[in-house]
Every structure is written in structure tokens, then in C-alpha cells.
């Protein structure tokens, strides 16, 4: 079974500051692995997916393979990075995408 | 539409009562899942479509909660005899085909509470 595991519900940093989302994972197979946001009264959006290897935001995420880790990274907070933040796996053939329980980030002035 | 579409967007329901939540996916998406958000839990799995295949029924909580999927496109969640903890904000979610790397795109949900 396929489980992602987000240890921080709650997580506050000052403007300017580096942030680290931490999200783990377990799955036998060849993960896909995403994470998605949520701002303040919009809808949960993509921010990034680990095989585009892309900075999205100035958020970047680096797939673990040997700690079955994904965690998102910003040298730098802003205010309006305060949000939602959910890790997630899917692997190729499945149909389900698997979400963690979130991380509530807040980014202090 | 431009994204997916989601009704109502609050319920207020008594225990007992049958609801209905209904979403409407964006057009030519073929996948469609629904889940369910409640604080502090995350997001719950609870039912999968893709095309005409059988859907993937495996994180519907009890026997109470069903869906469909009519023509491919618009789905209903009922959930039968709610109780109070069903309440939860339920989010309807699209792709163009499943697995693989394609992005979900997410309606703004149904928060359902359950007096």
C-alpha cells in the first residue's frame, strides 16, 4: 500500500527566512510525486511534480529515493507563500493519487 | 466550463437526512475523483472513475456513501442516513486520462454539515 506521511501539521516562519516542507513516503514501486496548495478561499492547485525537476514559486522539491523523501524547499519565505501544502504519490499505472495530511504553513511579517 | 464545477457549495443537513453532492468535471477529462477534507486529516480518498471502466470504490468509508457517473461526465455523491461525522468539506477533482503524471485540477468543493 502506497502511504505518504506529512509530520508537520502546522508550521510558522518569519519573512526571508528558508522553509522546509517535510513529506516521506512508502510504496514498493517507481513513485511519481507531487505536491499541491492551497491558498486562503481558492481551490487546491498543483505546484509542482518531481519528474519536471522544475522550480515552481521558487519552491523546489528533490525526490529521495533512499530516504523516500520529498521534501519542498524556498531559500526564502514570503508572506503570500502562507498556505496549505500537501504532499502526494501516484505511481505510473495507479489511479488513485495518495495525499498526505497537509501542512499549514504561516508566514510571520 | 473553464474548471470544475462543484454543487452545492454548503449543505447543512440534519443526522438521518440523505444528501446529494453533484460535480461537473472538465469537459473532455476522462478521470474523475472525489475526496474528502476534514481538518487535520487530510485528503481521504473515497471514489474513482476513468471512462467507462468499472470505478474504484475502494475509499468509500461505509455502505452509506455511493457515486455515479452518468455518460462519462457529471457525477453525484450520495451519502445515505448521514451522521455527524461525515461532515467534512468533499472535493471533486479531474484529469485528462489516469495515472501518469497528469495534473488533478480540484472544484472548489462541497462543505457538508451535519447538524
Known amino acids: 500500500a502506497q502511504r505518504v506521511t506529512q509530520p508537520e501539521k502546522l508550521l510558522s516562519v518569519f519573512k526571508g527566512a528558508p522553509v522546509e516542507l517535510k513529506c516521506n513516503y512508502s510504496y514498493s514501486g517507481s513513485p511519481e510525486l507531487f505536491w499541491y496548495v492551497q491558498y486562503s478561499r481558492q481551490r487546491l492547485q498543483l505546484l509542482l511534480r518531481h519528474i519536471s525537476r522544475e522550480s515552481i514559486k521558487g519552491f523546489t522539491a528533490d525526490l529521495n529515493k533512499g530516504e523516500t523523501s520529498f521534501h519542498l524547499k524556498k531559500p526564502f519565505a514570503q508572506e503570500e507563500d502562507s498556505a496549505m501544502y500537501y504532499c502526494?504519490?501516484?505511481?505510473?499505472?495507479?489511479?488513485?493519487?495518495?495525499f498526505g495530511s497537509g501542512t499549514q504553513l504561516t508566514v510571520l511579517p | 466550463g473553464a474548471g470544475v464545477s462543484q454543487s452545492p457549495s454548503n449543505k447543512v443537513t440534519e443526522k438521518g437526512k440523505d444528501v446529494e453532492l453533484r460535480c461537473d468535471p472538465i469537459s473532455g477529462h476522462t478521470a474523475l475523483y472525489w475526496y474528502r477534507q476534514s481538518l487535520g486529516q487530510g485528503l481521504e480518498f473515497l471514489i474513482y472513475f476513468q471512462g467507462n471502466s468499472a470505478p474504484d470504490k475502494s475509499g468509500l468509508p461505509s455502505d452509506r456513501f455511493s457515486a455515479e457517473r452518468t455518460g462519462g461526465s457529471v457525477s453525484t455523491l450520495t451519502i445515505q442516513r448521514t451522521q455527524q461525522e461525515d461532515s467534512a468539506v468533499y472535493l471533486c477533482a479531474s484529469r485528462v486520462t489516469s495515472g501518469g503524471t497528469g495534473e488533478l485540477f480540484f472544484g472548489e468543493g462541497s462543505r457538508l454539515t451535519v447538524l
Open positions: 502526494a504519490l501516484s505511481d505510473r499505472s495507479a489511479r488513485q493519487l495518495t
